[in-house]
């Protein structure tokens, strides 16, 4: 139970907020009207046109997908990797995917799972017993 809290808190808080801003965005967007952005500032833009935005939540949620399923890997095959690793494996190919594919969105989700890894790593060293 309190992993799945872990994974709610790690996760999906995460993806909200970020579904928030996303929502101010297009609010802005919308609210500018026929003017648009000068192409001088192209690069304020955080995705170029519709088709961006889609293929940038596309990539956010496989990578999402994919932990999903190496969790249920992991639990059918009596967890050998523990939450941490498979965390941190997922975050890691989350950023490589936004390094590779120049995708914001996925790169912020993925440095927010390499904190929470950090965090629940340095938990665990603290919390060892010392002989």
Not at 37 to 60: C, G, N, T, V
Not at 66 to 92: C, H, M, Q, Y
Not at 95 to 117: D, E, M, N, P, R
Request: charged letters at 15%; proline letters at 2%; hydrophobic letters at 55%.
């Amino acid at each position: 139970m309190i992993f799945y809290l872990i994974l709610v808190g790690l996760f999906v808080i995460p993806l909200f907020i970020i579904g928030l801003i996303v929502s101010f965005i297009i609010l802005a967007i919308r609210r500018r009207g026929k003017k648009g952005i000068k192409e001088k500032d192209w690069y304020l833009q955080p995705f170029l046109s519709k088709e961006d935005f889609i293929s940038q939540f596309f990539f956010l949620f496989s990578v999402f997908f994919l932990g999903l399923t190496l969790l249920a890997f992991n639990k059918d095959l009596g967890e050998p990797l523990s939450w941490r690793t498979i965390l941190l494996l997922v975050s890691v190919v989350g950023v490589a995917i936004a390094y590779y594919f120049k995708v914001i969105y996925t790169l912020a989700v993925s440095l927010i799972g390499l904190a929470g890894w950090w965090g629940g790593s340095s938990s665990r060293v603290g919390t060892r017993k010392r002989h």
